[in-house]
């Protein structure tokens, strides 16, 4: 099991940078062996996919919309994982969503069990 809390959302301008933070609470199986990722989701649509790094090597792949401005990482020793956001846009302006699952990642949203509650980023023009 393993309990996601996010934070470092808020308003921002267009071109500005934020960073998320997910920390992970886990119980049984170890940290590193969670593939976490986070999609976002705006008014009137559906999830999609920005970021996932895997399990053990922390290869990230990235959703084409925010591919070359964020990044993701993880720090496997605090159980956090970050997406670094850079060169935001309106479009960027969505409720976004720390995830995780055990094994291989994933861009499919439907393949992750785990949630957290969601962390809210806007971005004026």
């Known amino acids: 099991q393993v309990q996601l809390v996010e934070s470092g959302g808020g308003l921002v301008q267009a071109g500005d940078s934020l960073r998320l933070s997910c920390a992970a609470k886990?119980?049984?199986?170890?940290?590193?062996?969670?593939?976490m990722g986070w999609f976002r989701q705006a008014p009137g649509e559906g999830r999609e996919f920005v970021a996932v790094?895997?399990?053990?090597?922390?290869?990230?792949v990235y959703g084409d919309s925010v591919k070359d401005r964020f990044t993701i990482s993880r720090d496997n020793f605090k159980n956090i994982v970050y997406l670094q956001m850079n060169t935001l846009a309106p479009t960027d302006t969505a409720v976004y969503y720390c995830?995780?699952?055990?094994?291989?990642?994933?861009?499919?949203?439907?393949?992750?069990?785990?949630w957290g509650q969601g962390t809210q980023v806007t971005v004026s023009s």
């Open positions: 790094v895997s399990q053990r090597t922390g290869r990230p």
């Open positions: 995830v995780a699952k055990i094994g291989l990642s994933s861009p499919n949203f439907a393949d992750y069990k785990f």
């Open positions: 886990v119980t049984g199986v170890t940290f590193t062996n969670y593939a």
